[in-house]
């Protein structure tokens, strides 16, 4: 991510705030022996994945004032941990040039905080019955010797500037739904009957890695059989059973961009007359629902929608007389904003705009039958109305019984 990038979105942001206010975002803190990514709004303004760092920005009639802090190098520890962020690459990359070291921090916020008036941070939503995040731990002392300066979350003015996608996020984007994409080809021609779930999860994470991914965008589902009737089941550990279903809800994540994806198909290789009456009922809703995409349409207006929708194939399917009670068998969303987080920001009642990603994922879960079917695409509103990144994955019933067929 170049300076080109994260300079507009920092000038954005900044012109945004109210004269006095600043913005202090803390990086994500450095873990021993852990893969490190990067704090969502911390990389999306700097474009820096340095641990610990620390982002200072304060709007004035003077001029906006920025500082980064970074760690300094220490000879003695290169050899563990290798050497950190230098002050002329953190320079060159963010487009800050007041950087400075973290050690230096508390005697600069000190000089400013006399004028702030409010400071936005990623303090996160702060829990009563949990301890407090790390970046209000770092703000208390100012809580509690400049009383008159408000501390708000950050996510209320960044929201609007990451929910509207720029065409280099879409890049990225597109990058990790293509990856996800291909690992969902890998499990369709290798899973078989008698195979563990996380044998599923772990071809899908070679195939991310492979491609010189590192992370999942979110903890990976794979569900076979009544697993799939488990919204959030996460544990990957039953054994396929030949009759089985299986349900994943799979992304990877590159740059800090997640795709989220999800499929479904026969493990045996053919849909049995149940399962492709509830397959075909469930994909009719999800493309139903992806031609209502358009700016200005909103976001609960799809959700209303697809619930109206799954109410009628319901009926159809013999599962419910009314269409009050489609929460028995679908219960969750169909839709959420999708980038540096899986669910993204943005909320429910908003309107679509150009730029905007959404996933449409409505479902079926029949516990007593073992079916759980959910189909979920990734999808970018435009102008026009709506392009389908994921559309290169395989979802049509011939299309997957295809590549099945052909399994080694």
Request: proline share 4%.
């Amino acid at each position: 991510m170049k300076q080109e990038i994260v300079i507009p979105r920092r000038e954005k942001l900044l012109n945004s705030l109210k004269e006095l206010d600043a913005v202090i975002l803390f990086a994500e803190r450095e873990a021993k022996l852990e893969k490190f990514k990067q704090d969502n709004n911390f990389l999306y303004l700097t474009g820096l994945n340095a641990p610990n760092a620390i982002y200072f920005g304060f709007k004035s009639g003077n001029g906006n004032r920025e500082y980064l802090f970074i760690q300094r190098n220490d000879p003695e520890r290169v050899v563990w941990e290798g050497k950190k962020l230098e002050v002329e690459e953190a320079r060159e990359r963010s487009g800050i040039n007041n950087v400075i070291y973290l050690d230096e921090f508390e005697a600069m916020l000190s000089m400013f905080c006399p004028m702030i008036n409010r400071i936005y941070s990623n303090i996160g939503q702060q829990e009563l019955n949990a301890p407090i995040s790390y970046a209000m731990f770092r703000l208390q002392p100012v809580r509690e010797r400049y009383p008159q300066i408000a501390i708000q979350c950050v996510t209320e003015v960044i929201s609007p500037l990451r929910k509207v996608k720029d065409d280099w996020e879409i890049m990225q984007l597109q990058r990790a739904i293509d990856v996800t994409g291909k690992g969902i080809i890998d499990i369709l021609e290798t899973a078989g009957a008698g195979m563990m779930e996380y044998e599923l999860e772990a071809l899908l994470f070679y195939r991310i890695q492979r491609s010189g991914l590192k992370h999942w965008g979110f903890a990976p589902i794979i569900a076979s059989g009544v697993n799939a009737t488990t919204l959030h089941y996460e544990k990957n550990e039953c054994q396929i059973a030949s009759n089985d279903l299986v349900l994943m809800d799979v992304g990877a994540s590159y740059m800090n961009y997640s795709a989220d994806i999800s499929r479904t198909f026969p493990v045996n290789g053919t849909f049995t007359e149940r399962q492709n009456q509830v397959y075909s009922a469930v994909l009719r809703v999800q493309k139903e629902i992806i031609e209502m995409i358009a700016p200005g349409v909103k976001l609960s207006e799809l959700q209303v929608k697809a619930r109206d929708l799954i109410a009628g194939e319901l009926i159809e399917l013999g599962l419910i007389k009314h269409a009050a009670e489609v929460t028995k068998y679908y219960m969750h969303g169909v839709s959420h904003f999708l980038g540096m987080d899986t669910h993204d920001v943005g909320g429910r009642e908003a309107i679509l705009e150009p730029g905007n990603v959404i996933t449409v994922e409505p479902g079926i879960y029949i516990p007593e039958e073992s079916i759980g079917v959910r189909i979920e695409d990734d999808v970018l509103v435009i102008e026009e109305g709506y392009c389908v990144l994921s559309q290169n994955i395989p979802k049509e019933i011939d299309e997957l019984e295809e590549i099945l067929k052909g399994r080694q």
